[in-house]
């Protein structure tokens, strides 16, 4: 950041910054639990697909514990549901970080337009 | 051609996104192929097994760490735990796990090259960044 700019601006640019890092921690966790997401999909249609008296474990830490195809469905759709909710929360996250940061770049600009130095703005 | 100062800090700017990019995919890339291994590994083992109970043999030794083994028979060489994900686990015979086996390592083939497409693509850019910087 230039020492150019007056600390107003030096000041609107780290809360940029600091609106940007944010955006991109929640991007990322967004991906994880896509990922997630993506591989419950999987086992649900893995499990859909076997026999109803298959034999079944659900992994509990180190150790799997037998269990029954329905109560794994159950468990692995609620886990789907969880995730999705999760995703949404994100969502919401990312729509009030987006319209901060653009609150933000605006008010940037006028505060560069008005002090009449407007060449340096990285 | 010449290019002002803003747009060299521009491009600049997107050569390090790209390259940003360029790493994330090399990590993923480098999961994927590892979890390719492991699923080749096992592969490889479910099979000897499954012809090692085909010469009758039961006789195995079961790894304790570092480089030590213990004696084991396995009772039942026909049926094959598989983890599907999500922490559940189907029991499978062993010609059904091989072949979910098979299924789940074409799709991380498949993956490695979507991967390598998007990587090719990213440093095409970064190339293409570059001629107009040098």
Redesign the interface.
Known sequence: MSSEFSPQVQNQIAQIQQVQQQAQTLAMQKSQIDVMIKETEMAVEELEKSADDAVVYKSVGELMIKSDKASLLTSLKERQESFSLRVQSIERQEERLNSRFKQLQEQLQSMIGTSGGGEDED | MAISE?EA?QLV?EYQEYQRNVEALQGQMEMVRNTLAGCDSSISTITALKEAAANGSSESVIPVGSGCFVHAEIRDFS?V?V?????????KNVDDALA?LAERKSKLENMIQELNESLAQFLQKMREIESVLN
């Open positions: 803003q800090r700017a049926k735990i983890n599907v994900g999500s922490g559940a686990n189907i029991e979910f």
